[in-house]
T-cell receptor
């Protein structure tokens, strides 16, 4: 079983819809939680960074962390065709030398 | 502010050869991380350098090695290349060991 599980998709939504993404994890030592966006053949781009449990909002993006359930989510409001990409969740723990452990990524397609 | 830069963008080698990949972190960042993104395997942590020292290593054989220079740039060396080393190699940097990791565009290595 992988440390971080993420549905590979693809997730297809119409323009303007809410995109809902999530990851589950098994390592309770994870403290830092991130969401990255990766366009085809490019490097990952940081979207959201959260420490421990709680919610964080930045523009159209909302990240949620529930450490008790070992579950994190990313919501994208008013989705645009330019949001079509692969979304990667990532986690780290200071005790593990801050290496990021990634989910496999969810491919999202926003249709005009 | 310039982001993380990597060179070359593409590299083609034959089995058994050596490959050298280079990374320049964001100005002021002291930590450099290397990740491998192989098809079907996702993003996997390779190495972490901070202040010129190797701080952590992922589950990769010793033929994957690297170093960090006094100006905090870094080099990843892969010896005795194998076909399965074909992947996108990503470098990330952070301001400090606890900081958010920002990724470069990657070097695509193809081993024939």
């Amino acid at each position: 079983q992988k440390e971080v599980e993420q549905d590979p998709g693809p997730l297809s939504v119409p323009e303007g819809a809410i995109v809902s993404l999530n990851c589950t994890y098994s390592n309770s030592a994870f403290q830092y939680f991130m969401w990255y966006r990766q366009y085809s053949r490019k490097g990952p781009e940081l979207l959201m960074y959260t420490y421990s449990s709680g919610n964080k909002e930045d523009g159209r993006f909302t990240a949620q962390v529930d450490k008790s359930s070992k579950y994190i989510s990313l919501f994208i409001r008013d989705s645009q065709p330019s949001d079509s990409a692969t979304y990667l969740c990532a986690m780290s723990a200071r005790a593990a030398g801050n290496k990021l452990t990634f989910g496999g990524g969810t491919r999202v397609l926003v249709k005009p | 502010e310039a982001g993380v830069t990597q060179s070359p963008t593409h590299l083609i080698k034959t089995r058994g050869q050596q490959a050298t990949l280079r990374c320049s972190p964001i100005s002021g960042h002291t930590s450099v991380y290397w990740y491998q993104q192989a098809l079907g395997l996702g993003l996997q942590f390779l190495l972490w350098y901070d202040e010129g020292e190797e701080r952590n290593r992922g589950n990769f054989p010793p033929r994957f090695s690297g170093r960090q220079f006094p100006n905090y740039s870094s080099e990843l060396n892969v010896n005795a290349l194998e076909l399965e080393d074909s992947a996108l190699y990503l470098c990330a940097s952070s301001l400090n060991p606890d900081g958010t990791q920002y990724f470069g565009p990657g070097t695509r290595l193809l081993v024939l």
